[in-house]
């Protein structure tokens, strides 16, 4: 039995059972030859920052339909099929594309990204995107995935040797992170989804990939701020140990 396993064997099973979850499900609207569809969001679904159920991600055809905090499985999913009936109620000829790897796409630059009105914060949203569409390329941006969200009741705190919560709850995702990806032989590609993190994850430099071990650490950006949980000045394998426990901007 490994570190990880000892350590989740002091979570009680009633702790367990008091786990809160939430779904974020992204999706890239499609015209229905499969060509991604460039129209702006639909006004019937509202303003895209500040709805709370239906918003875009990167790009202004990419949905993410975003589900409340929830006791149960059941709940969560019944509520994430309700949001789905209403976006599709709104797309007319249009479609959500169901794969993660995205549809058919246009040139880099023909790629819609997120418009969120002139507000300060609207223009703060667009302008960020732009800067990830610099750093990483639009194309890159369009791989679409499912975020599950969750939160251990707090009667299960403290976890020996975790810590205070929040260095606890990042304790155990990174650690579950790497030991899958060094440890386990990988059962297939798997797309590089996007995660976040309220700090960056401490790696020794013995655990580390040889790319990334003369890099040094620094405190992530703000689990609400990271809108795509790549760390400045951190490769994608530094990038990655962050967990998806909270939302992002």
């Not at 023909?110 to 667009?126: A, C, D, E």
């Not at 990483?136 to 009667?155: A, C, E, T, V, W």
């Not at 798997?190 to 960056?200: G, Y």
């Amino acid at each position: 039995m490994n570190k990880f396993q000892e350590r989740l064997r002091t979570l009680s099973p009633a702790g367990l059972k008091g786990i809160r979850r939430g779904i974020e499900k992204e999706s890239l609207r499609v015209r229905p030859e499969g060509s991604l569809a460039l129209t702006s969001h639909p006004l019937a679904l509202g303003s895209a920052l500040t709805h709370p159920h239906i918003t875009t991600d990167f790009s202004e055809s990419q949905l993410e339909l975003i589900t409340g905090v929830h006791a149960g499985v059941e709940s969560c999913l019944e509520e994430l099929t309700r949001i789905h009936q209403v976006a599709y109620r709104a797309l007319g000829d249009e479609m959500m594309w169901c794969a993660s790897m995205p549809c058919g796409l246009p040139a880099d630059d023909v790629i819609p990204i997120g418009r969120y009105g002139r507000s300060n914060v609207g223009r703060m949203k667009t302008v960020y995107r732009t800067g990830l569409s610099h750093r990483y390329g639009r194309r890159m941006q369009m791989i679409s995935g499912i975020h599950y969200n969750f939160s251990l009741p707090d009667s299960v705190w403290p976890i020996p040797d975790f810590g205070e919560p929040n260095e606890a709850y990042f304790a155990l995702t990174t650690w579950r992170t790497m030991a899958r990806r060094y440890s386990t032989p990988s059962p297939g590609p798997i797309h590089p989804t996007r995660r976040s993190a309220s700090a960056t994850a401490t790696i020794t430099a013995s655990s580390r990939p040889a790319c990334c071990r003369s890099r040094t650490s620094s405190t992530a950006r703000s689990a609400r701020n990271a809108s795509s949980g790549r760390a400045s000045g951190r490769c994608t394998h530094c990038a990655s140990a962050a967990s998806s426990t909270s939302r992002y901007a």
